[in-house]
């Protein structure tokens, strides 16, 4: 049974059902366009679940059918009536762009389920995840262009990184619609289901992944960002160190052991 979070806001509800939190953009009326209310639910939520040894997985989502729109430029200039959120908006100057998982990425795996748009900043925030799963009916694409605005929440730099650079450019530069199906021949979300269904089948996947050794699945993350941008050689080096240490843990003791004893392991982070 899930248990609604004190993190949550009222534009983001942060919820957590065994070693599983999900994340739902909780805006509805405006296809959960970015709020103050929302940047700061989303920023704490990543921060709770970072610091939570027994959460193992992550889901993002939104309300009402929609991933999200992006920003709210009135929205984001109005203040909110939560007091708590106006103090971490103040306090927390770079706070929107932990939110849109620009300049922070979870230590732990984050699985988007996406509804309808994800558009704007809907879509730079998906390429802070680590599993996509996109209804067949789900609406991808960075528009800023056609507004004479700039991609603040990094898709000019990221984009091309995660998918080929001339189809990266095709999709910035014309700022046009991408379709489900599109987003996963380009390689941008991972699977595509029945409209209805991601936030089901997201869950399954998270419910896959926190049977997994935590400590590998964290590894796994961590090797691949600190060695994205090095040459294969000192990649190497830095995944050795990071698998060693793995291997060095209990739970790598406690793996083989529940294989030979035909069991289920019994995984503790250590």
């Not at 599983?20 to 990543?46: C, H, I, K, Q, Y």
């Not at 959460?55 to 992006?70: D, E, N, P, Q, Y």
């Not at 941008?188 to 209805?196: K, N, Q, T």
Request: contains cysteine; charged residues 25%; glycine residues 8%.
């Amino acid at each position: 049974m899930s248990e609604l979070l004190e993190v949550s806001t009222q534009h983001c509800r942060v919820e957590r059902d065994g070693p599983v939190v999900t994340l739902t953009m909780d805006r509805p009326e405006a296809r959960n366009a970015l709020s103050p209310d929302m940047l700061v639910g989303l920023a704490d939520g990543f921060d709770y679940i970072d610091a939570t040894p027994d959460v193992r997985v992550a889901i993002l989502t939104g309300a009402g059918g929609h991933f999200s729109a992006g920003a709210d430029l009135k929205a984001m200039a109005k203040p909110s009536e939560d007091e708590r959120v106006r103090t971490r908006m103040t306090d927390s100057p770079g706070i929107h762009w932990k939110a849109l998982l620009r300049d922070y990425r979870l230590s732990k795996p984050l699985i988007a389920a996406v509804e309808g748009y994800a558009v704007a900043g809907g879509t730079e925030m998906l390429q802070g995840t680590d599993i996509r799963i996109g209804a067949e009916t789900a609406i991808f694409g960075v528009w800023e262009a056609r507004r004479g605005l700039f991609p603040l929440g990094g898709s000019a730099v990221r984009l091309p990184r995660q998918i080929p650079y001339t189809r990266a450019m095709d999709i910035l530069l014309t700022a046009r619609p991408v379709t489900a199906h599109e987003a996963l021949e380009l390689g941008l979300i991972s699977r595509v289901v029945p409209e209805g269904h991601a936030l089901t089948v997201a869950r399954a996947v998270a419910d896959q992944v926190a049977q997994n050794g935590p400590l590998s699945c964290m590894g796994i993350l961590r090797a691949w960002r600190e060695a994205e941008c090095v040459p294969d050689s000192e990649a190497m080096q830095i995944q050795d160190k990071i698998g060693w240490e793995v291997f060095a843990s209990e739970d790598a003791q406690e793996g083989p052991r529940a294989f030979a004893e035909k069991r289920k392991p019994v995984f503790r982070g250590k």
